[in-house]
Nanobody, 126 residues
Protein backbone atom coordinates (compact mmCIF):
# COMPACT_ATOMS: atom_id res chain seq x y z
CA UNK A 1 0.00 0.00 0.00
CA UNK A 2 1.36 3.41 -1.01
CA UNK A 3 1.76 5.92 1.79
CA UNK A 4 3.06 9.47 2.21
CA UNK A 5 4.47 10.51 5.57
CA UNK A 6 5.39 14.11 6.38
CA UNK A 7 7.85 15.22 9.03
CA UNK A 8 9.65 18.35 10.13
CA UNK A 9 6.86 20.59 11.35
CA UNK A 10 7.02 22.55 14.57
CA UNK A 11 7.00 25.93 16.25
CA UNK A 12 9.27 28.69 14.99
CA UNK A 13 9.52 32.44 15.42
CA UNK A 14 8.76 34.79 12.57
CA UNK A 15 11.77 35.12 10.31
CA UNK A 16 12.94 31.61 11.10
CA UNK A 17 13.21 28.50 8.95
CA UNK A 18 11.83 24.98 8.86
CA UNK A 19 12.37 22.08 6.49
CA UNK A 20 9.51 19.69 5.83
CA UNK A 21 10.08 16.26 4.35
CA UNK A 22 7.69 13.82 2.73
CA UNK A 23 8.61 10.16 2.31
CA UNK A 24 6.79 7.83 -0.06
CA UNK A 25 6.64 4.11 0.57
CA UNK A 26 5.14 1.16 -1.26
CA UNK A 27 5.62 2.40 -4.82
CA UNK A 28 8.72 1.68 -6.90
CA UNK A 29 8.22 4.42 -9.50
CA UNK A 30 8.75 8.14 -8.84
CA UNK A 31 7.51 9.37 -12.22
CA UNK A 32 4.77 11.63 -10.93
CA UNK A 33 4.23 15.19 -9.77
CA UNK A 34 4.44 15.94 -6.07
CA UNK A 35 2.95 18.91 -4.29
CA UNK A 36 2.78 20.62 -0.93
CA UNK A 37 -0.46 22.14 0.30
CA UNK A 38 -1.49 23.81 3.52
CA UNK A 39 -4.69 24.41 5.42
CA UNK A 40 -5.18 26.97 8.15
CA UNK A 41 -8.14 26.84 10.57
CA UNK A 42 -11.34 27.98 8.88
CA UNK A 43 -9.70 28.19 5.46
CA UNK A 44 -9.64 25.99 2.38
CA UNK A 45 -6.66 23.84 1.56
CA UNK A 46 -4.32 25.82 -0.70
CA UNK A 47 -1.48 24.99 -3.02
CA UNK A 48 1.98 25.92 -1.77
CA UNK A 49 4.48 24.34 -4.18
CA UNK A 50 4.78 21.56 -6.73
CA UNK A 51 7.56 19.73 -8.53
CA UNK A 52 7.65 17.58 -11.66
CA UNK A 53 8.94 14.02 -11.59
CA UNK A 54 12.41 15.03 -12.76
CA UNK A 55 12.62 18.11 -10.57
CA UNK A 56 13.10 20.26 -13.65
CA UNK A 57 9.80 22.08 -13.28
CA UNK A 58 8.57 23.77 -10.12
CA UNK A 59 5.63 26.00 -9.23
CA UNK A 60 5.01 28.17 -6.19
CA UNK A 61 2.10 30.09 -4.77
CA UNK A 62 2.70 33.83 -4.99
CA UNK A 63 2.58 34.07 -1.21
CA UNK A 64 5.67 31.86 -0.80
CA UNK A 65 7.75 32.71 -3.87
CA UNK A 66 11.28 33.64 -2.94
CA UNK A 67 10.90 32.17 0.56
CA UNK A 68 10.09 28.48 0.01
CA UNK A 69 11.98 25.93 -2.08
CA UNK A 70 10.70 22.52 -3.11
CA UNK A 71 13.05 19.69 -4.05
CA UNK A 72 12.94 15.95 -4.50
CA UNK A 73 15.25 12.95 -4.34
CA UNK A 74 13.76 10.13 -6.41
CA UNK A 75 16.32 7.62 -5.22
CA UNK A 76 15.19 8.19 -1.65
CA UNK A 77 11.55 8.81 -2.65
CA UNK A 78 11.44 12.03 -0.70
CA UNK A 79 10.17 15.54 -1.40
CA UNK A 80 11.32 18.42 0.79
CA UNK A 81 10.01 21.91 1.38
CA UNK A 82 12.57 24.38 2.69
CA UNK A 83 10.73 27.29 4.29
CA UNK A 84 12.67 30.46 5.06
CA UNK A 85 11.64 33.90 6.30
CA UNK A 86 8.54 32.39 7.83
CA UNK A 87 5.62 34.61 8.70
CA UNK A 88 2.69 34.11 11.11
CA UNK A 89 0.44 33.80 8.03
CA UNK A 90 2.33 30.60 7.14
CA UNK A 91 0.83 28.89 10.17
CA UNK A 92 -1.13 25.86 8.96
CA UNK A 93 -1.16 22.11 8.67
CA UNK A 94 1.07 21.21 5.72
CA UNK A 95 0.29 18.22 3.52
CA UNK A 96 2.27 16.54 0.80
CA UNK A 97 0.37 14.99 -2.07
CA UNK A 98 1.02 12.87 -5.15
CA UNK A 99 -0.47 13.39 -8.60
CA UNK A 100 0.03 9.99 -10.23
CA UNK A 101 -1.62 11.09 -13.47
CA UNK A 102 0.92 13.70 -14.50
CA UNK A 103 4.71 13.78 -14.81
CA UNK A 104 5.50 17.35 -15.85
CA UNK A 105 2.43 19.58 -15.61
CA UNK A 106 1.87 20.85 -12.09
CA UNK A 107 -1.73 21.50 -11.12
CA UNK A 108 -2.57 23.72 -8.19
CA UNK A 109 -6.00 22.27 -7.47
CA UNK A 110 -6.13 19.69 -4.66
CA UNK A 111 -8.51 17.65 -6.86
CA UNK A 112 -5.61 16.73 -9.14
CA UNK A 113 -3.84 14.82 -6.39
CA UNK A 114 -4.80 11.25 -5.59
CA UNK A 115 -2.77 10.50 -2.47
CA UNK A 116 -2.22 12.62 0.64
CA UNK A 117 -0.11 12.45 3.73
CA UNK A 118 -1.50 12.89 7.23
CA UNK A 119 -0.19 16.45 7.57
CA UNK A 120 2.30 18.18 9.84
CA UNK A 121 1.63 21.30 11.90
CA UNK A 122 3.68 24.44 11.29
CA UNK A 123 3.20 27.29 13.74
CA UNK A 124 4.95 30.63 13.29
CA UNK A 125 4.85 32.97 16.26
CA UNK A 126 5.13 36.74 15.92
Amino acid sequence: QVQLVESGGGLVQAGGSLRLSCAASGRTSSTYVMGWFRQAPGKEREFVAGISWSGGNTEYADSVKGRFTISRDNAKKTVDLQMDSLKPDDTAVYYCAADFTHRRVIYTSPRAYELWGQGTQVTVSS
